[in-house]
């Protein structure tokens, strides 16, 4: 195991980071598709995790978690994450015949499911429980392959061509993007809009032994890369912000009040890299990686929101504006911290893990 | 290069040659720095084989259980001295001086603090005045670890008060059974003494025990620091930790748990996770030749996990918390954070954000080294030493 970054880690970094320098002035115009088709096509990121006998790269978490880096440094609006990852992970485990048209990255797809769902509570209870607060689908029947339902607080549903939904005892059932009414949602974070997913007998092939959990708990170990890569863009911005920024006859980075600041930020990355490579290399490893996935997802979660807040706050008044991209960060960052488990329900879980059990 | 299979024989074949149990651990200690296997990325003759550095685990590993040279009593002749003399002693100088710094023999400290100069090193006022061959040496020196132990010392003192601050030192090597050197102990708020002021009055050091050119030594200074951090920051992780500590506590009683407590405890054992993470990707950097940032970094996070833990610690155990192990002043071998009560724990971690460079002024390290941040105005590089306010 290692750390660090491999050569062919690398090589993909600068590759996809070369790519969204180029296509980031369109997405930022809302326009994601040369972004999206780039990556997929001619990188070929979303069937990274799809072994090559089924027409994608065979490549293992470390290389996604790469990926995920650069896509934070750009909060790049594409469905990498919920597709490529999270809905590809259950869909392989269930043994999805046409998994080909999503390691192509022709097709994407949203796994319906809130994207504040936590890996540690059972997804497929809550869909039926009518207790979970709120933020319940109505019903969810998925009889004779038909499903009826409404999922809130999906992620990646915008424009996804298939969708992927959870039942009792590991059965998922996969609708046509057609079958389905999709409304988008007014979302904190703009790069990752949600939106409510309804069914209506919407006919469905189903399958077997797809672990949504397990699906969960995957994709938190993946985002705590993403996390990385958006803390990484507030600091540099910020330090770089604050050598050219004069007040008081010189650059503001020169104050200590600032500098201590910084170097505490800069320490906070730092860990946080180091956690979310461990997550990373845990879950390439096929091991136990439950503390791991904690650890990180917990730890760069909090990082993650703390330098974009504070890069907001450093920058000053045009921190503030619409036209600074910095609100974008922390949009991101703050969902981020939402996504998949808080950073304490991820401590919460390591509890019996290392040794801490709750008080009585 | 010399491998793990060259390394792995030839420690086999030294354990073959030579029974722990049938020689004086001393002795045994001697044999092993001639063999190369003291600390292996060490050149050939002085204790090493010019190995890589990552294969010293694998020398420890196979040594588990035979004489040990007593690390933390030596620790600043291991991570201090010794990369310093490496780097700028003489051929004698590093025959002298390596081999029984490494078994123990001689144990080192480090007189670089002043009453008028703590962070602001070189600012310091000890006098250094040549005399033909010799050099006297008169001033004071203070919280200086491990100085009643001591057979030398390192020593920063001032050859020139005519050149600016930085540009008027000069590093020795200070003998400390010179009768000019006289050691007095510093009770500290554990109780004990740990260090000491060490007053220095016409002590004659031969030019012999200078360490780098005259006016060197700010630079010789400096690595002697930098491998200070990065010995803490690439020391391998403990077997048992403040955290596992705690943890033992926690599981022993479970009568003394509340939600409040049990939050922040796990808070902290993330943090000393992610910390234990840092440190193993900053030893893989350093392994594969691109020494990283991060060293600066780690010992602030280890003054703070330290800190934090400990406090929760006292706090935790309520009634015990209230108690101390013992307050007696004796002069102490060293730190022994996991031999002690939690109340030392968190009295002594006390110093891991003031020993080796407070956690201000690493703070100021990592933004303007790390991350390139201007410096502060400063009025006192460029003028004589003598001329600055004091
Ligand atoms: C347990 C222990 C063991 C030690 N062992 C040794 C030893 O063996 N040998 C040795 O030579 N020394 C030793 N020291 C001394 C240690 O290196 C100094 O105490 C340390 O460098 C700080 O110097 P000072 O005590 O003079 O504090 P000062 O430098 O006076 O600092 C006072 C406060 O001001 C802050 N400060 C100072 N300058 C700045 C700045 N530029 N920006 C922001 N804040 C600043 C400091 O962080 C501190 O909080 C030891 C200290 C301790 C506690």
Redesign the interface.
């Known amino acids: 195991m290692?750390?660090?970054y491999t050569e062919v880690e690398e090589e993909l970094r600068t590759a996809v980071r070369d790519l969204l320098a180029d296509k980031a002035p369109a997405a930022a115009e809302g326009d994601n598709a040369a972004a999206w088709n780039g990556l997929a096509r001619d990188i070929g990121v979303a069937g990274l995790l799809v072994p090559e006998a089924s027409g994608g790269a065979g490549a293992s978490a470390r290389e996604v978690a790469v990926v995920l880096e650069e896509l934070g440094r750009a909060v790049t609006p594409v469905p990498f994450l919920t597709s490529s990852v999270l809905a590809t992970r259950v869909l392989l485990d269930a043994g999805y015949a046409d998994i080909a048209r999503l390691a192509s990255g022709e097709a994407t797809a949203a796994l319906c499911v809130s994207l504040a769902a936590s890996p540690y509570r059972d997804v497929t209870t809550a869909a039926v429980d009518a207790d979970i607060v709120g933020k319940r689908p109505a019903s969810v029947s998925l009889e004779n392959e038909r499903v009826s339902g409404r999922f809130t607080g999906v992620a990646g549903a915008l424009g996804a061509d298939l969708f992927v939904v959870p039942g009792e005892d590991g059965l998922v059932a996969v609708v046509e993007a057609e079958r389905a009414r999709v409304e988008p949602v007014v979302s904190l974070d703009v790069t990752r809009p949600l939106a409510t997913v309804t069914f209506d007998g919407a006919p469905a092939v189903v399958l077997d032994g797809g672990s949504v959990p397990e699906a969960l708990l995957f994709t938190a170990g993946l985002l705590a890369s993403e996390q990385v890569g958006v803390a990484e863009w507030c600091l540099t911005t910020t330090?770089a912000y604050?050598?050219e920024r004069r007040q008081f006859a010189?650059?503001v980075?020169?104050?200590?009040a600032?500098?201590?600041r910084?170097?505490?930020l800069?320490?906070e990355v730092?860990?946080?890299?180091?956690?979310a490579?461990?997550a990373a290399d845990q879950l390439a490893s096929g091991s136990d990686a439950r503390?791991a996935v904690a650890?990180a997802a917990?730890?760069c979660g909090e990082v993650a929101v703390r330098v974009a807040e504070e890069a907001l706050q450093l920058h000053g008044g045009i921190g503030m504006t619409w036209e600074h991209p910095v609100h974008l960060y922390l949009k991101r960052a703050k969902a981020d911290a939402i996504a998949f488990g808080t950073p304490g329900d991820h401590?919460?879980a390591?509890?019996p893990l290392?040794?801490?059990?709750?008080?009585? | 290069m010399v491998d793990a299979t060259t390394v792995r024989q030839r420690a086999e074949a030294f354990l073959a040659g030579h029974d722990p149990a049938s020689m004086s651990p001393l002795d045994w200690l001697r044999a092993r720095f001639d063999a190369g296997l003291a600390w292996v990325h060490f050149p050939e003759g002085l204790g090493g084989l010019d190995a890589p550095r990552d294969l010293q685990g694998l020398v420890e590993q196979l040594f588990r259980g035979t004489p040990d040279n007593n690390p933390s009593r030596i620790g600043i002749g291991l991570g201090m001295a010794a990369p310093t003399i490496l780097a700028y002693g003489t051929d004698e100088q590093k025959k002298r001086f390596l081999r029984p710094l490494w078994t123990g023999e001689e144990v080192w400290c480090q007189l670089f603090s002043e009453p008028g100069a703590g962070s602001d090193l070189a600012s310091l006022a000890t006098r250094a005045v040549r005399d033909g061959d010799d050099w006297v040496v008169d001033g004071q020196k203070v919280w200086t670890s491990s100085a009643h132990l001591a057979r030398w010392g390192i020593l920063v003192a001032r050859h020139d008060p005519d050149l600016p601050k930085h540009r008027g030192l000069t590093y020795f090597v200070c003998d400390m059974e010179d009768p000019g050197v006289e050691v007095r102990p510093l009770r500290q708020i554990t109780g004990e003494a740990e260090f000491n002021e060490v007053f220095l009055t016409g002590v004659r050091l031969g030019d012999d025990l200078r360490l780098g050119e005259v006016g060197d030594g700010w630079r010789v200074a400096q690595t002697t620091l930098m491998n200070e951090r990065v010995a803490i920051g690439s020391a391998g992780s403990p077997r048992r930790t403040m955290m596992g500590l705690f943890?033992e506590d926690?599981?022993a009683h479970?009568e003394l748990?509340?939600?409040d407590?049990?939050?922040r405890?796990?808070?902290l054992?993330?943090?000393g996770?992610?910390?234990r993470?840092?440190g193993?990707?900053l030893r893989?950097?350093l392994l594969?030749g691109h020494p990283g940032p991060?060293g600066s970094?780690m010992k602030?996070?280890f003054a703070r996990h330290h800190q934090e833990v400990s406090a929760l610690e006292v706090e935790f155990l309520r009634e015990d918390g209230l108690t101390y192990d013992d307050w007696t002043f004796r002069r102490a071998d060293g730190v022994d954070f996991l031999g002690r009560g939690a109340g030392y724990r968190y009295l002594r971690a006390k110093g891991n954000s003031i020993e080796g460079g407070t956690s201000?002024i690493?703070?100021?390290i990592?933004?303007?080294r790390?991350?390139?941040?201007?410096?502060?105005?400063r009025t006192d590089v460029a003028v004589p030493w003598k001329d600055l306010p004091r």
């Open positions: 290692t750390l660090l330090v604050l050598k010189r650059p980075g020169s104050f200590q600032l500098k201590h910084l170097a505490d800069w320490l730092a860990g946080a890299r180091a956690a490579r461990n503390v650890v917990a730890h401590r919460t390591l509890a290392v040794g801490l059990p709750a008080p009585e | 943890t926690w599981q479970p748990r509340t939600h407590l049990h939050r405890a796990l808070d054992w993330v943090q996770e992610v910390m993470l840092t193993q990707r893989e950097q594969a991060e970094g602030l996070l201000e690493l703070r100021n990592v933004a303007e790390v991350l390139g941040l201007p410096a502060e105005p």
